[in-house]
């Protein structure tokens, strides 16, 4: 981040808006990611990224690619305005004199990655249901010319029959199907996962990109220029992403409610790894790795850009300011 002062209103409206331009740009790869992340051994049907986004287009049509992407486009506001906001807050408060240790930016980072799990969790939820259900349906199709019918879709006897046809699920259907079956917890499924993936991602990238933008500060203390800061954050996004990796397929797999027939279910962190390892391989953990860099890269080199031109500022600038 920069180093001037940003009010707290302008970091979540910059985070915000960083976070609906990085999605809108980015959502196709991230759905070809957890489409390629919940392959297992014998139910393979793409073999790359490009593969899976021709298919998709194919069988789902253009706006396939976008299955998932209004969950993501509400919830990403408050998700990247909470992490970028936090990391500043706890920046601020652990900097002495405005200098801070690389092991205080590494505590900064922990504590964005925290405080961010509370929006993450559910919205990772209800997108990786809806981003999988075409991969899903069309494993389904294959083996048998049925409807994709939904994990809860066994509880309608009409549907279980085969006499009314479903489509996929939204994300209100499948909200309520988990607050009514297992409360606010079906909604967390896969949180100590989430954590395991977001606080070591924020260790790693706040620090990152700190230090990589002040390389290219105009003087002690200039900032940096604004491509300076876009790239650092791509170098920063990407490297803390393949990091990461392995820890984001083991919450995919916990977080996927519907699978192939042949597919295994997993019982918590340890069990996906056992079977993983057993089942598929070391190799496994990093599915869709050079999808996550290329989704992550641009979001978070968009989001320094964004706090780089002040557009939270600028849009707070036209409300009437109270008089001291």
Do not use: W
């Not at 929006?119 to 999988?132: A, G, N």
């Not at 309608?156 to 309520?176: C, F, H, Y």
């Not at 984001?248 to 340890?270: C, F, H, M, P, W």
């Amino acid at each position: 981040m920069a180093d001037k002062q940003i009010s707290l209103p302008a970091k979540l409206i910059n985070g915000g808006i960083a976070g609906l331009i990085g999605v809108t740009c980015v959502f196709p790869i991230d759905l070809a990611k957890t489409r390629l992340q919940n392959q297992q051994n014998g139910s393979r049907l793409y073999t790359s990224m490009s593969d899976c986004l021709i298919k998709t287009i194919r069988s789902e049509g253009y706006f396939g690619m976008y299955r998932g992407a209004a969950v993501n486009l509400t919830l990403v506001t408050p998700e990247k305005a909470i992490k970028l906001a936090a990391n500043d807050f706890f920046r601020h408060h652990l900097s002495k004199d405005g200098k801070i240790t690389l092991f205080k930016e590494m505590l900064a980072g922990c504590g964005a990655g925290t405080c961010q799990v509370i929006v993450t969790t559910p919205m990772e939820m209800l997108k990786i249901q809806l981003q999988d259900a075409g991969r899903i349906g069309k494993r389904r199709s294959n083996l048998a010319k049925t409807s994709y019918l939904v994990f809860f879709s066994v509880t309608n006897p009409k549907l279980a029959a085969g006499t009314v046809e479903m489509k996929s699920p939204t994300a209100m259907q499948i909200t309520r199907q988990l607050l009514r079956e297992k409360g606010i917890a079906g909604l967390y499924k896969g949180l100590g996962a989430t954590l395991l993936r977001d606080v070591p991602f924020s260790i790693i990238y706040f620090p990152l990109f700190a230090n990589l933008n002040n390389f290219g500060k105009r003087g002690a203390e200039g900032p940096a220029p604004f491509y300076v800061s876009f790239i650092s954050g791509c170098v920063a996004g990407s490297t803390a992403a393949v990091a990461v990796n392995p820890v984001d397929v083991i919450k995919t797999r916990l977080q996927s409610l519907t699978r192939g027939n042949t597919e295994d279910t997993y019982a918590g962190v340890t069990d996906c790894i056992r079977k993983i390892m057993r089942n598929e391989g070391p190799s496994a953990f990093l599915k869709g790795a050079y999808c996550r860099a290329l989704v992550i890269a641009p979001l978070f080199g968009i989001a320094q850009v964004v706090y780089f031109l002040g557009v939270g500022e600028f849009i707070l600038s036209f409300l009437p300011k109270k008089d001291k």
